[in-house]
């Protein structure tokens, strides 16, 4: 450790580091959401009609190749790109693990993501360079996600599960005012001033995550690659790649949540500005301002989860980390309902009650707080040291192959009723929660047990 480096600093029981980590995703989050909050509406208005389509370099060949089996509409064809963005933004962060396992080091692999980010998004702001821009975005991404999450796992011991969930939970909550404040901003620029102005304020925003995180560069604990330390890394034991294994298994389980959810952030906002009533004693209210909704409806939810949590650790009656990624998909479900039940009891076309839609978001926004952070905390502390980055990373495979299947699922929100799309995504949210329940006993057995014990079992 260097003289530079503080990482013992503390602040609220919690190291300092923490704090940069969270602002550093704040910002990052703030320019991501904000961008996406504009994605969806951005292609079905404006890049996908004629006069704009011609110009992108490639959109051709790409909806060519979707349309391999079927012609499809610009909606479903939006749909499609955003899934399979979504998703391969998710499936990146194992290379990036690897990379700052073997390469670069945490430090400097985040500090690329967050240039090749910024790149990303400043290329957002043309058409020509669509696709350019979002291969960008996918590559910073992949160095920036899960290394930023990895490095706040390493702030805490092992033994310390509580406090580094509520650490996660701290972290998670920075991402979601950056969610909740992205989209108010893009949004309303975009509204005023164009698509591009807006795609370019998130650009400026990128750069602020970068300077957060090199201002908090001395509180974090020194970080190079396995590679520079000259360490020669052991074989995993029998009961490290038993522990890997069941890992892989919980990050499997989350997927029907991971298709669920994210769906409000695509056909969601399609949703409100076709069939809500956004009128308002201002004015019509931009349908990109719900991309902050289930994020507020996160940041409503965390200190009330802080305190809750903290009270049932006390009693022995917490919800180990399975159960609350369980309860976070139970809530997924019953989220989507509220939309289907929206669009079912609406008088007419366009005019479900707005209540509704917030309504459904919050709830998303509370789901997402019980099972992601959860899920983190639970990869961090229980992944084999020596692969800790690269499990971190593998922890997005979840939402990468739930993302690209979102997409597929997406493209039919046309072939049928919003009351019966909504019903849909609450069933697949359900079945991943009734399989969590029936499989928490025995991967959380497996979990609990120390490596030391279930070596000698092997």
């Not at 009533?277 to 004015?283: D, E, R």
């Not at 739930?402 to 997406?410: E, F, L, N, S």
Request: glycine share 10%.
């Amino acid at each position: 450790m260097t003289e530079q480096n503080q990482p013992s600093a503390t602040l609220g029981g919690h190291p300092k580091a923490l704090y940069f980590l969270a602002f550093t995703e704040l910002w990052e989050r703030f320019s991501f959401y904000g961008m996406t909050s504009l994605l969806a509406l951005y292609m079905v208005k404006q890049l996908l009609l004629p006069g704009h389509a011609e110009h992108v370099a490639g959109l051709l060949s790409l909806r060519h190749l979707f349309e391999a089996r079927a012609p499809m509409t610009n909606l479903a064809f939006a749909a499609m790109i955003y899934g399979w963005y979504s998703g391969l933004v998710y499936f990146t962060p194992i290379a990036g693990g690897w990379i700052a396992d073997r390469v670069l080091g945490a430090n400097r692999t985040v500090i690329l993501g967050a240039l090749l980010m910024g790149a990303g998004h400043l290329a957002m702001s043309f058409d020509f360079s669509f696709l350019v821009a979002l291969l960008l975005l996918i590559l910073g991404s992949g160095c920036l996600k899960g290394n930023i999450s990895a490095q706040v796992g390493s702030l805490y011991p092992a033994e310390a599960e509580s406090l580094r969930s509520r650490g996660f939970t701290i972290f998670s909550t920075g991402i979601n005012i950056g969610a909740v404040a992205g989209p108010l901003v893009t949004g309303t620029v975009a509204a005023i001033y164009g698509w591009h102005t807006g795609f370019g304020v998130a650009a400026v925003l990128m750069l602020v995550a970068l300077v957060t995180y090199l201002f908090g560069q001395r509180y974090l604990p020194p970080s190079r690659p396995l590679g520079e330390r000259r360490e020669r890394r052991a074989a995993l034991t029998a009961a490290e790649r038993r522990r890997i294994w069941v890992l892989f298994a919980v990050i499997a389980l989350t997927i029907p949540a991971e298709i669920a959810y994210p769906m409000v952030w695509s056909l969601g906002i399609i949703w409100v500005d076709q069939q809500v009533n956004l009128a308002s004693a201002l004015g019509t209210v931009p349908a990109s301002w719900f991309n902050s909704v289930d994020s507020f409806g996160s940041i409503l939810a965390a200190p009330v989860l802080l305190v809750l949590w903290r009270w049932q650790a006390g009693r022995g009656s917490e919800p180990n980390s399975l159960g609350k990624i369980a309860i976070g998909m139970v809530l997924i479900s019953l989220a989507a309902l509220v939309l289907a039940a929206g669009s079912a009891l609406a008088p007419a076309p366009g005019r479900v009650a707005v209540a509704w839609a917030l309504g459904g978001f919050l709830a998303m926004g509370l789901a997402w707080m019980y099972y992601w952070p959860t899920l983190l905390a639970l990869v961090s502390k229980s992944a084999p040291r020596s692969v800790t980055g690269a499990m971190m990373g593998a922890a997005f495979l979840s939402p990468f192959i739930a993302h690209t299947m979102a997409g597929w699922v997406g493209s039919f929100y046309d072939q049928m009723s919003p009351a019966t799309f909504w019903t849909m995504d609450a069933g697949i949210a359900a079945l991943g929660a009734a399989l969590m329940f029936a499989l928490r006993g025995r991967l959380g057995r497996v979990l609990d047990e120390p490596l030391a014990v279930a070596a000698g079992r092997s």
